[in-house]
């Protein structure tokens, strides 16, 4: 990309779209182009056909997605399949057709078995059963793959996918029934402290490990591909560590300040047992993650009080 090429970022308000966003205006990309979700609906074919045919983006960062915790994926799974293929096929499909430069899909560690070797590599896609509550969400995403995959086949198209761990940061969804477990952790524990709760309810056993991504190192991650990486094959993006929900919990309500109790709602999901990536693949290119998860949640929960917990 030249600072001046004109870069498409579908998603541009949510988590991952709006950090890359920051990440690109850092850099000192200034062609930025954004469209809010009234001027453009990314699941009609039509709207999005028009777009790209008077707009003719040179590079597209495919961050739009129907997205949502292991609750929101299993309560909603005709939406998060219906939803996601629409949205990714007429981006994909568009920005072959305008003669796009180069696109970056983003997929999900969830793409992987449900019960793959750890750490997860690349080569482990498609070798495995999935994991249910989240299978729509993963065949979408899964499909979305397969289709850079087969228009980087069929057309030479420039389309790379990016397989990023378990997000969190700044921009966050932080509504109990349809975010993920950092983001309704900070919520529940802060909840409790100004309400000063004798417990919290966390869902499942706490025993599944997890690893969590600083959605600012997702973006730096998402650019330098953009700039260094032409394959169709998949790469991963995580920290390479991980840890237990359990763990999550006690270092969560450390940041938050909370003295009180947790208690296990062993009746909800807990869903894949382990998901962390390997990330020796881009790590040989010459990235690596660079904020510590405790920074990390410091840093997101002091946006949540400044910007949702008033
Ligand atoms: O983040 P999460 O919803 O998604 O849940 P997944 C991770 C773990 O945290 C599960 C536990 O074992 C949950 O049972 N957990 C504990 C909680 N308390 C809570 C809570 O209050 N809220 C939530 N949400 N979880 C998602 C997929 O799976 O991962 C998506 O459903 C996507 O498709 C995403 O791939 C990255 O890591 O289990």
Request: hydrophobic letters at 35%.
């Given at each position: 990309m030249n600072k001046n090429s004109k870069i498409y970022i579908a998603g541009h308000n949510g988590l991952v779209g709006s950090a890359i966003v920051r990440a690109l205006k850092e850099a000192g990309y200034s062609n930025l182009l954004t469209k809010p979700r009234s001027d453009l609906d990314l699941t009609s074919y039509v709207e999005v056909e028009k777009f790209f045919t008077s707009?003719?983006?040179?590079?597209?960062?495919?961050?739009a997605a129907k997205v949502g915790g292991i609750f929101a994926n299993d309560k909603y799974p005709a939406d998060f399949i219906k939803d996601n293929i629409l949205i990714q096929t007429n981006i994909i499909d568009n920005a072959y057709k305008s003669k796009a430069k180069k696109l970056l899909f983003l997929g999900s560690?969830?793409?992987?078995?449900?019960?793959?070797?750890?750490?997860?590599?690349?080569?482990?896609?498609?070798?495995g059963a999935l994991e249910p509550t989240n299978e729509p969400y993963a065949i979408a995403k899964i499909a979305g793959i397969i289709m850079c995959q087969s228009y980087s086949k069929?057309?030479?198209?420039d389309a790379i996918s990016v397989m990023p761990t378990n997000l969190y940061g700044?921009?966050?969804?932080?509504?109990l029934e349809s975010s993920h477990v950092l983001p309704a952790m900070i919520r529940k524990f802060d909840d409790a402290k100004k309400n000063n709760l004798k417990e919290v309810v966390l869902w499942g056993t706490g025993s599944p490990k997890r690893e969590f991504l600083h959605v600012d190192d997702l973006a730096s991650a998402c650019v330098f591909l953009m700039n260094n990486y032409s394959s169709p094959k998949i790469i991963n993006i995580g920290t390479g560590e991980d840890l237990s929900i359990l763990e999550l919990a006690n270092i969560v309500k450390e940041c938050v300040g909370y003295k009180g109790q947790i208690v296990w709602d062993s009746s909800k999901p807990d869903g894949t047992p382990r998901k962390l990536l390997d990330i020796s693949k881009i790590k040989s290119l010459g990235w690596s993650p660079k904020i510590r998860l405790t920074d990390g949640i410091k840093r997101t929960y002091k946006w949540y009080k400044e910007n949702v917990s008033l």
């Open positions: 707009e003719k983006p040179e590079y597209i960062f495919l961050a560690s969830c793409i992987y078995p449900k019960l793959a070797l750890q750490p997860i590599r690349e080569e482990y896609f498609m070798t069929q057309y030479g198209m700044e921009n966050d969804n932080f509504d």
